[in-house]
């Protein structure tokens, strides 16, 4: 989109709105209708007996509230078919910014609350809210043939208004603060039924589901302590202003009464004011019965106003061609998004084409942050990662994803098929393409051993495979479309010795079509495809170049293998410590 978000709602309310407006006049005019057909009938027909006028004036009454009626509909169309294409014009929108949060670190909350305020708001605008709020202006309308009816009358009715309203702004001050105390709570809870969903067999084995739930009870009594007191605020204040209407209403009655009685009225004012107050008050006693749902909208506007404006829209880049020669990273400082502290620093080296680099080192030493940091998921601080001569953030998000595969450490699967994941949900994949990247991964018989082959749904998570088989799908779906890029973060730590031939096959197999591989690794089994080895301590590079010189340099297995069985041997790397720097 290339217009501002926060600009949009207005630009298409804007020309609807008048139309609104304009409409809601002729029926706050035709509103009047019932006032008038009273104030006939007492005053004309009944004195005159005339059939014929009561038939005459019934009949226009019909037309006039059928007429009504038509308009009411449109206007609730209208206010609808708003709602839905400010959700049109903005769901994408606040896609992206979902999926952006967490990479910014700030992905503080309930990730799916930007899509609740988007549907809080489309809702609102179908509800009798806003036309409520589009009905306020006409009051002084009453108002006026209320004082031209009598002054008595008059007065007694600006009295009425003006309580209802000071009621509903004491509505907007005794609301506010509890309303944002129920969201609070409620995306806490929501928090909590995520994570317990997600770490369901955890909690079973660990005997942990009691616990939880107590805690989850807790969170849920405190939403719901929240959402009583903001419910009880709205019930008295709308049974106060529904009381007072009434109230209200009989007092018109009575005072028209009283006129009527010193002969300074008609009787047919006593109905058509008591009606016509009701009218007049009506749109004040519905904004206050609306008003819970009119302060979330506005809430989850301005929530989404304040995303809108920390994540602009990104601006369209150029598409560069397919990179095919190299990576380099140039002093590249890192901090994970939303802190401070760097964890790695003055990050440098480069690896060409048709090799293979290992990352190895201790643990918290900064490997999983490189691969993040080289696949544009983390940003640097400073310094630069490019491909081919281009900096990460000149490509395109989209268009650079489709040069690089990312096997992350903690796999993700998605509900859908085994093809569906490994083509990476791509609208009408080559199936060409597919096997070739499960065959490279070497899970193609796998596949077909499964019930429904490669149309197999492994449902959410891919909770219906193996850890092993997870982790050689989430292999092929980073193979897909040969990437010219391969970030591996420990890719053989759910991998028996097959899956780590698999994966040396992978390896060598995209270093012969002239990719690059980097791989992450802990175990030595991993680094059998590798040529050039990184190692990394305390967020520093220790030592970098060709694989046996930097392992016979800094590297030392435990027992009796040497440094010539890296390679074959299962056993975790250990790293000596050394404070001098590699190339």
Request: hydrophobic share 45%; glycine share 10%; aromatic share 6%.
């Amino acid at each position: 989109m290339s217009v501002a978000s926060d600009q949009i709602f207005p630009r298409i309310a804007r020309p609807a709105f008048i139309g609104i407006a304009l409409i809601s006049g002729v029926i706050n005019v035709l509103y009047l209708t019932g006032s008038f057909y009273m104030l006939e009938v007492y005053d004309r027909v009944l004195p005159g007996r005339s059939v014929a006028t009561l038939v005459g004036l019934s009949t226009l009454v019909v037309g006039l509230y059928l007429f009504q009626g038509v308009l009411e509909h449109i206007r609730a169309r209208v206010l609808s078919r708003i709602g839905a294409s400010f959700d049109r014009k903005l769901h994408e929108r606040v896609y992206d910014i979902v999926v952006r949060q967490p990479l910014a670190g700030r992905d503080r909350g309930d990730g799916g609350q930007s899509v609740r305020d988007l549907d809080q708001v489309r809702s609102f605008m179908g509800s009798s809210g806003p036309t409520a709020l589009f009905d306020l202006p006409w009051i002084p309308l009453y108002l006026v043939i209320l004082f031209a009816f009598h002054t008595i009358i008059g007065l007694v009715a600006l009295g009425g208004a003006i309580v209802l309203l000071l009621l509903t702004l004491i509505s907007e001050l005794a609301t506010s603060a509890p309303a944002k105390e129920t969201m609070g709570r409620a995306q806490r809870r929501g928090l909590m039924i995520e994570a317990s969903r997600r770490n369901a067999e955890t909690l079973h084995a660990l005997g942990m589901r009691n616990v939880f739930r107590d805690r989850w009870t807790k969170l849920h009594d405190d939403y719901i302590d929240a959402q009583l007191r903001t419910s009880d605020v709205i019930s008295v204040l709308g049974t106060i202003s529904k009381v007072f209407r009434m109230l209200l209403q009989s007092a018109v009655l009575g005072v028209g009464a009283y006129l009527v009685i010193g002969q300074e009225a008609s009787a047919g004012i006593i109905i058509a004011s008591s009606i016509l107050t009701s009218r007049a008050l009506a749109p004040v006693e519905q904004v206050i019965a609306n008003w819970k749902n009119f302060v979330a909208a506005r809430q989850g506007w301005n929530r989404l106003q304040g995303l809108f404006t920390r994540f602009p829209v990104q601006p369209e880049t150029m598409r560069l061609p397919r990179p095919q020669s190299s990576v380099v990273v140039e002093f590249a400082t890192v901090a994970p998004p939303g802190q401070e502290r760097p964890v790695l620093f003055d990050v440098s080296f480069a690896v060409r084409a048709g090799s293979a680099l290992g990352v190895i080192g201790p643990s918290a030493s900064g490997k999983s942050s490189l691969a993040r940091l080289l696949v544009g998921i983390w940003q640097p601080l400073r310094g630069k990662v490019r491909l081919d001569g281009a900096a990460l953030e000149h490509w395109d998000p989209d268009q650079l994803g489709a040069h690089i595969g990312y096997l992350p450490q903690d796999i993700e699967l998605f509900p859908g098929s085994v093809k569906d994941n490994i083509a990476r949900f791509t609208p009408n994949p080559s199936p060409e393409a597919i096997i070739d990247a499960a065959t490279a991964a070497r899970i193609h018989d796998m596949i077909l051993r499964l019930p429904d082959g490669y149309d197999t749904q492994i449902g959410e998570g891919g909770l219906s495979l193996s850890a092993g088989q997870r982790q050689r799908l989430a292999l092929a779906r980073a193979l897909y479309g040969d990437p010219f890029l391969l970030v591996l973060d420990e890719p053989n730590s759910n991998l028996d010795a097959v899956g780590d031939e698999a994966l040396t096959e992978a390896i060598l197999s995209v270093r012969a079509r002239g990719g690059i591989v980097i791989v992450i690794a802990h175990r030595p089994s991993a680094l059998a495809g590798c040529d050039v080895v990184l190692v990394m301590s305390e967020g520093r590079v220790q030592s970098f170049g060709p694989k046996d010189e930097v392992l016979s340099k800094v590297m030392r297995l435990p027992g009796k293998h040497s440094a010539a069985g890296v390679g074959s041997s299962p056993t975790p790397l250990k790293i000596r410590q050394d404070n001098g720097a590699g190339a």
